[in-house]
Each structure stands twice: as structure tokens, then as C-alpha cells.
């Protein structure tokens, strides 16, 4: 019984430092990988090398498995180079597995020490992660020199053999195990490496070894299935369209296992050594099979798995799956998505609220409040989800990016309550009142509300890309929204003088109008514009003039 805790904790151990690498990666290069992906998703043998890297940088294809579920799902990727990403981080996610597969536990030792100076010298810089990654490679060394020293005196025990032997003898029941092991580990490689101590140290024949490692490359393709497709089926294509290919695979392999397993043994090399080679050789010679059919394959997908053509509750998140959480770049980028969808809103109430005054369409008044509503939920909704990430896994990037986002959330909805509250009110005044404004009034006031919805959707723009150039256009607009308020209120005074206005209750509702719309935008300003610029130090901390 001791023995079995050891052995328990030493691959608890393992999945530990598999932990640590990944965490680390993502904390350090997390952003980055993220845009790499992104950028090489233009034809099938770039995205297949980009999750061929990807995976063996985060030592996950179930990682990488979630951000491409999460491009696709988005419509940011199409089916096809979105398959062969996953051909590459099923070969990828192979690599350390056969590093590991050499006796390098030496490096133990000095990978922990290493890790631990840069972890405690890194103060939360690039450094501290990748002294996490060094950690966690330490840890799984040293639990394989643990598994190794406790699985040894093992292959004595009969009744290991006996339970081990009936594996052999019954593959798909080891398939099982294996995916089993893999899910609920979210790591094949941990379970593979473990197959490879036990092979070595002869408790595990190699067909029983091979119908493990199978489920394992099973088990760990369901993960995403699970945890990053929604409920939309038509974003369930792509993780099942991995998860078939395994399948179709592990089949193959079980079917002429009788005749796969006596060739291996008489290769001659270690049985480590040949778990290893095999793992990696399935996940090639899939990747070669599936690579030139994959634009049918993706129809055939597309047609097993239809989109869903159904309207959402406009308040409900779309994109703030709690299954992101574990990355926080993805968590980030899904956050971002959904305060597109406040930006969407908030651009439906100005125009219906600029239908209203300028066309005296007052059934577009009708939908102002509960657009309001709406803004209003996402905004906590989008608050909520942000908080809750864990802060010990964000990086410095990302932590100033959760910030832009509290932000722009944040602006959106206190627009929205001076839409609802001021302009939609001052639409309804008008039209109830008949009043009307001059020839050169209501094109000011036409102008305005143009420039705001131009506004908006640079906004949205800058929110996603945070480019400077476009930050510095948006910040001028609360100039530009400045002069052109004097300009409007002189032209109106000018107006009034030349008896051009037909009562003073026209002419507060139209400075009313051109106050509150100013407001509007520099909200808008403060959203997106103003972190930037922040960001890029170009912000001033004041308007007034310093004297002295």
C-alpha cells in the first residue's frame, strides 16, 4: 500500500512540473504564441507547423486544442487550416516525450536550481516564468528517477504481472484506461511517460503498452470537445473533427496489433525507447493520412454538424466560457469579444436615437431602454468574469489588458445610461412638443451624431488592435467635439439674434442636444483612446498649465 502512495505521488509529481511548463509558457510567451497561431492560419502547412510549435513549446495540445476551438467557434478561423493545426499539436505534443525518453534526469537538479534563481530574481518579469518552466521540467525529471527507482522492484509482485498481463490480453480495455488516464489528467504525455517506465522496467508487454499510449492520444483529444466548443454544434466540428481522426487511428492500430506489436520487439531497441518512437510514429503517420483530405473531411464536418441558426438573448454572454479561465490570454481574448458586443449595442441606440431626432421616427425610441438594459448586464457580466480570473496566473500584459477591458466596459455602459437618460428623452421632447430646428441646426446635429457612430467604431477598432496611430485620432476627437460644440452654440446664438428660431424651448433643446452628445463621445475617448495612450506614456496628467 505505501508503495502505491509513492507511486501516486510521484506521478502526481509529474503532472505537477507538466503544470508548471505549461503555466510558464503561457505566463511568458502566452500573447505571443497566441498571435503566432493566429497570423499562420492562412493555408494548411503553416497552420500545421504552428501547432506542431505551439504544442511543443506549451507541452498541451489540449491547450492548443482550446485556442483554435476558440478561433473556430469564433468564426476567426476556417475549418480546414484549422484541422491541420491540430495534425501539428498532436505531433507536437510527441517532442517532449521523446526527449524525456533519454535518460536525462541528471538535469534535475540543476533545472530546479536554476528555475528557483530566476523565479526568485525574475520579480513577475519574463524571467520568473521561464524559471517556472525550468522548475517543472526539474519535477517531471525527478518524478520519472522516482517512478523509475519505484516500478523496479515492482516487476517481481505477481499480482502486477497477473493484472498487467490481462491488459495485454484485452487491448481495448487498455485503450480505456489510457483515455481515462489522459483526460483526466489533460496530458498524454504524462501518461505515455509513465507507460514508458513501466515498459522499461518489463512490468507492461508492448501490446498493452501500445493499446495505453492509443488511449491516451484518445483521452486527450476529448478535453477540448468538452470544455471549448459551446453549445453551437457548428463550433463542435472542428475539436470532434481531432478527436475522429484518433479514432480512426486508434481502430486501425487495434484491428492488426497482432501484427504491428512482433515487428516492433524485433527492432531491437528498448522497450522505453519503442513506446515512444510508436507514440510519435501514430501521430505522423495520421497526420500524412488526414493531410490531403482534409478540405473533404472539413465538409463532411460541416455537413454532421450544421450551425445552429438561432437568436441568442441579446443580454446573455456569448464568449465568457469559465473553461478559458485556465489561460488567461484566451480568457482575455473572449472578455474582448463580448465587449464588442456592448460597442454593437451602444451603436444600434445612437442610431436609433438619431432616427428619432432627425427623421422623427419615434418607434426607434421604444428599444432605447432596454438596449440600456442589456449594456447594463453585459457590463457586469463581463466584470464578473474578469475578476474572477485567477491574478497569480496573469502576466504583466495581461493584467494591463484586463484593466482596458474594465475600462472599456465600463465607459460603454455610462454612455449607454446618457443615451437612455439625455439624448432619448430629448428625441422624445421634440417629437411630442412638434418642435422643429432650423435648416443649419439639424445638420449640425446630423453631423454630430455621424461623427459619434464613426466614433464608436474606432473605438471597437482600438480596443482590439491598441494601435497608437488610431488612439491618437480618437483622442482628437474630443477636440474636434470641442470646437464643434462652440461652433454650434455661436451659430445658434446667431440664430436667435436673426429671430431664425421659432421659441427659446428649440433652442435649449438644441444646446441640450449638442452638450450631451459631446459627453457621449468622450466616453468613448476615455475607452478605448485614453489606456493606450496611457500605455504608451503619452498621456498627460493634466490640461491645466503648470506654472513655475
Known amino acids: 500500500m505505501l508503495t502505491l502512495i509513492d507511486l501516486a505521488g510521484a506521478v502526481a509529481l509529474l503532472l ?10 503561457e505566463r511568458a510567451y502566452g500573447p505571443a504564441l497566441r498571435r503566432m497561431l493566429g497570423r499562420m492560419l492562412g493555408n494548411r502547412l503553416r497552420a500545421f507547423a504552428a501547432g506542431l510549435g505551439v504544442t511543443a513549446v506549451l507541452q498541451s495540445s489540449t491547450a492548443t486544442g482550446l485556442m483554435v476551438t476558440s478561433f473556430a467557434a469564433g468564426g476567426l478561423v476556417d475549418l480546414t487550416p484549422g484541422l491541420a493545426v491540430m495534425l501539428g499539436a498532436n505531433v507536437g505534443t510527441t517532442l517532449i516525450v521523446q526527449v524525456l525518453a533519454f535518460n536525462v534526469t541528471w538535469l534535475a537538479g540543476l533545472g530546479i536550481l536554476a528555475g528557483f534563481l530566476m523565479f526568485r530574481r525574475g520579480g513577475g518579469s519574463r ?80 501490446p498493452a503498452a501500445i493499446a495505453i499510449v492509443l488511449g491516451a492520444n484518445l483521452g486527450s483529444a476529448v478535453n477540448p470537445l468538452i470544455e471549448g466548443a459551446g453549445t453551437d454544434p457548428a463550433a463542435r466540428r472542428l475539436p470532434l473533427g481531432n478527436l475522429l481522426n484518433r479514432v480512426f487511428g486508434t481502430l486501425a492500430v487495434l484491428v492488426t496489433l ?37 478540405k473533404p473531411y472539413a465538409w463532411f464536418l460541416q455537413r454532421l454538424l450544421p450551425a445552429r441558426v438561432t437568436a441568442a438573448a441579446p443580454d446573455r454572454p456569448l464568449y465568457l466560457d469559465s473553461a478559458l479561465a485556465e489561460s488567461p490570454p484566451l480568457a482575455l481574448a473572449a472578455a474582448a469579444r463580448e465587449a464588442l458586443r456592448m460597442a454593437d449595442v451602444l451603436e444600434t441606440m445612437l442610431g436609433d436615437t438619431a432616427a428619432a431626432i432627425t427623421r422623427g421616427d419615434r418607434k426607434r425610441l421604444a428599444t432605447v431602454k432596454s438596449l440600456d438594459d442589456v449594456l447594463d448586464r453585459l457590463n457586469a457580466a463581463i466584470k464578473d468574469y474578469l475578476i474572477g480570473l485567477d491574478p497569480d496566473r496573469l502576466a504583466e500584459t495581461d493584467h494591463r ?45 446630423a ?54 428660431i421659432e421659441s427659446m424651448e428649440t433652442s435649449a433643446l438644441h444646446l441640450d442636444l449638442v452638450r450631451h452628445l ?14 493606450v495612450l496611457e500605455g504608451q506614456g503619452e498621456l498627460l496628467t493634466s490640461r491645466v498649465r503648470q506654472d513655475g
Do not use: C
Open 447 to 500: 453631423r454630430l451624431l455621424e461623427r459619434l457612430a464613426a466614433n464608436l467604431r474606432t473605438a471597437a477598432a482600438v480596443l482590439m488592435t491598441e494601435d497608437p496611430r488610431a488612439a491618437r485620432e480618437l483622442a482628437n476627437e474630443k477636440a474636434v467635439f470641442r470646437d464643434l460644440e462652440a461652433s454650434a452654440t455661436t451659430g445658434h446664438f446667431q440664430r436667435l439674434r436673426e429671430r431664425r
Open 127 to 206: 524571467v520568473h516564468d521561464l524559471g517556472r518552466v525550468l522548475i517543472g521540467l526539474g519535477l517531471m525529471l525527478t518524478a520519472l528517477d522516482e517512478l523509475e527507482a519505484l516500478v523496479e522492484p515492482l516487476g517481481s509482485t505477481p499480482a502486477l504481472h497477473a493484472a498487467f498481463a490481462a491488459l495485454a490480453s484485452q487491448p481495448g480495455l487498455a485503450v480505456l484506461l489510457g483515455a481515462v488516464l489522459a483526460w483526466a489528467a489533460h496530458s498524454s504525455a504524462a501518461v505515455v511517460l509513465l507507460v514508458i517506465s513501466l515498459s522499461g522496467n518489463g512490468i507492461l508487454a508492448l
Open 518 to 531: 459631446k459627453e457621449v463621445n468622450a466616453h468613448l475617448v476615455a475607452a478605448a483612446a485614453y489606456p
Open 401 to 445: 489588458r484586463l484593466a482596458q477591458l474594465l475600462t472599456f466596459a465600463t465607459h460603454l455602459e455610462q454612455a449607454g445610461d446618457l443615451v437612455e437618460h439625455n439624448l432619448a428623452p430629448l428625441a422624445a421632447k421634440r417629437l411630442k412638443r412638434g418642435l422643429a430646428f432650423s435648416v443649419e441646426g439639424e445638420a449640425e446635429i
Open 258 to 294: 497482432p501484427l504491428v506489436a512482433p515487428p516492433l520487439a524485433r527492432l531491437g531497441l528498448s522497450p522505453g525507447r519503442l513506446v515512444a518512437d510508436f507514440h510519435t510514429g501514430f501521430n505522423l503517420v495520421l497526420a500524412l493520412l488526414f493531410f490531403p483530405f482534409l
Open 16 to 25: 505537477w512540473g507538466v503544470h508548471m511548463v505549461r503555466s510558464g509558457v
